[in-house]
């Protein structure tokens, strides 16, 4: 449906870039329009009523007019502006990675409410958690769930035949568990241990909350970065550029889990 000549929505901004001498171009995440890239005209000067409203990672009420090329916002106020996750670096590192998955995996103008409330719940959660990794996980997970990419995780994606315990692989190329009989077929196919098919089933079904609660050896935590950093890095076609950052600032990343699985 055409989008009317001027409209209000909610918004949370993904990315920002300067354009011209005092606008931003701004890739945002509305609440019932999907991705959407438009302008913030003049925001850049500090006289703008639109400063501080548009910064990354900020939800705010918008009014945006329709234009020829871009729509522009004419008006933004804050709903919720994350301040614990953009008082730490780690954590919001953690907030830029996640608003950088959901860019990666959501087309334009493609209207996605699931995946938005889920930004909004890890946006607010990663400001608030001592338990990150799980909860980036189970984000991964759901993401993927709500963009139409979640893995096979129940039974063989190319036979269908049930999997017995501990003798499964992952493949990403084939886009989730395989039997032995199968492994064959995907030359990229790695050993799953039975504990972190477990984890990843709950945490691709569980809520955040359930996932934060959840305690798991560092091992097998690895493991099970390994296999979602592994399958996002197939889906996108590239490694997710936050992850650098993610790396330097602290803990949260996959880095020895990827190359092990990927080896
Ligand atoms: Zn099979």
Same mark, same amino acid.
């Given at each position: 449906m055409p989008r009317p000549?001027?409209?209000?929505?909610?918004?949370?901004?993904?990315?920002?870039?300067?354009?011209?001498?005092?606008?931003?171009?701004?890739?945002?995440?509305?609440?019932?329009?999907?991705?959407?890239?438009?302008?913030?005209?003049?925001?850049?000067?500090?006289?703008?009523?639109?400063?501080?409203?548009?910064d990354p990672l900020t939800c705010s009420a918008i009014t945006v007019a329709r234009g020829k090329t871009l729509d522009t916002i004419t008006s933004a106020d804050t709903l919720k502006s994350f301040l &614990?996750?953009?008082?730490?670096?780690?954590?919001?590192?953690?907030?830029?990675?996640?608003?950088?998955?959901?860019?990666?995996?959501?087309?334009?103008?493609? &209207?996605?409410?699931?995946?938005?409330?889920?930004l909004l719940e890890g946006l607010e959660g990663l400001g608030g958690t001592s338990n990150p990794d799980l909860l980036l996980r189970h984000l991964e997970l759901r993401l993927l769930a709500h963009t139409g990419f979640l893995p096979e995780l129940h039974s063989c994606v190319e036979c269908h035949a049930a999997?017995? &315990?501990?003798n499964h692989l992952f493949s990403p190329?084939?886009?989730?568990?395989?039997?032995?009989?199968?492994?064959p077929l995907h030359a990229d196919a790695v050993h799953l241990s039975v504990e972190a098919l477990k984890v990843v089933r709950y945490l691709s079904s569980a809520t955040g909350e359930s996932a934060i609660r959840l305690r798991v050896p560092k091992p097998l935590a690895r493991e099970v970065a390994g296999l979602t950093s592994a399958f996002l890095r197939h889906v996108l076609e590239r490694e997710v550029r936050s992850l650098a950052f993610l790396r330097l600032v602290g803990h949260g990343a996959p880095d020895e889990a990827v190359s092990s699985a990927s080896s």
């Open positions: 000549h001027v409209y209000n929505t909610q918004a949370i901004v993904l990315r920002s870039s300067p354009l011209g001498e005092a606008d931003r171009l701004l890739t945002i995440f509305t609440s019932d329009l999907g991705k959407l890239r438009v302008s913030a005209r003049g925001v850049r000067r500090p006289t703008s009523k639109l400063g501080g409203h548009l &614990p996750l953009k008082s730490d670096l780690e954590r919001l590192a953690h907030g830029l990675y996640l608003a950088e998955l959901v860019d990666a995996l959501n087309p334009l103008e493609a &209207p996605n409410s699931s995946a938005y409330s889920l999997l017995t &315990p501990g190329q084939a886009g989730g568990v395989l039997c032995p009989t199968c492994r």
